[in-house]
């Protein structure tokens, strides 16, 4: 079934560590995102990508990097975790190139940074 | 930039009885507007979303939302929920502008509980 896939499910992570989550799309679309979602915000975007190649700031980018090697692809990494990245966080995708295009979430990865 | 509020929070309904779920939002021209709905442990799923015409759209499961430009809402309704409602409901808004393409902004959530 084609979709999108996050790994891991859930991670819990000692402060100060480096954590990449990981996010797959089969549907060959051109734009990802990442989101974060905490209690009472609703999802804060942290950064996305248009296309293979380019990636942006999000709403909260701070502490955060990501990459897009290729169109399948977009990791998440966290180089120093700290306390307050403690959330639920979604990889999304879009056809793209368009704001009409619908976003497409995954099952999302729950960290725990201790 | 644009904003979303979703006023309420927690929303307790019977089983078979009708829904109502608010969201404001603020935007200087008509925005893209849609609701997801996430079930437990689960990812977030387009309901509907409006981005020109008839202002009544239909969406899956059930439910519709209106856009009321005078009132800068788009409050999500279904007249039957069933107990598999029972979920959080986002409203999120999206900007007619390059810079903001694919930034949608999202409401805080709000908590739907069916009871029998």
């Known amino acids: 079934i084609a979709g999108i896939t996050q790994a891991p499910t859930s991670q819990i992570l000692a402060a100060g560590r480096r954590m990449t989550l990981r996010c797959t799309q089969d549907m060959r679309h051109n734009a990802m995102y990442w989101y974060r979602q905490d209690l009472g915000l609703g999802l804060r975007l942290i950064h996305y990508?248009?296309?293979?190649?380019?990636?942006g700031k999000g709403e909260v980018p701070d502490g955060y990097s990501v990459s897009r090697a290729n169109t399948d692809d977009f990791p998440l990494t966290l180089a120093s975790a700290v306390p307050s990245q403690t959330s639920v966080y979604f990889c999304?995708?879009?056809?793209?190139?368009?704001?009409?295009?619908?976003?497409?979430f995954g099952p999302g990865t729950r960290l725990t940074v201790l | 930039a644009q904003s979303v509020t979703q006023p309420d929070i927690h929303i307790t309904v019977s089983e078979g009885a009708s829904l109502e779920l608010r969201c404001n939002y603020s935007y200087g021209a008509t925005p893209y507007l849609f609701w997801y709905v996430q079930s437990p442990g689960q990812g977030l799923q387009l309901l509907l979303k409006?981005?020109?015409?008839?202002?009544l759209v239909q969406g899956i499961k059930g439910f519709e939302a209106e856009f009321k430009r005078s009132q800068s809402s788009f409050n999500l309704r279904k007249p039957s929920v069933h107990w598999s409602d029972a979920a959080e409901y986002f409203c999120a808004v999206g900007a007619r502008t390059t810079d903001s393409w694919g930034k949608l902004q999202f409401g805080a959530g709000t908590q739907v509980v069916v009871t029998p």
């Open positions: 999304a995708s879009s056809r793209g190139l368009s704001d009409t295009d619908t976003q497409y």
């Open positions: 409006y981005f020109s015409g008839d202002t």
């Open positions: 990508s248009n296309t293979a190649g380019t990636t």
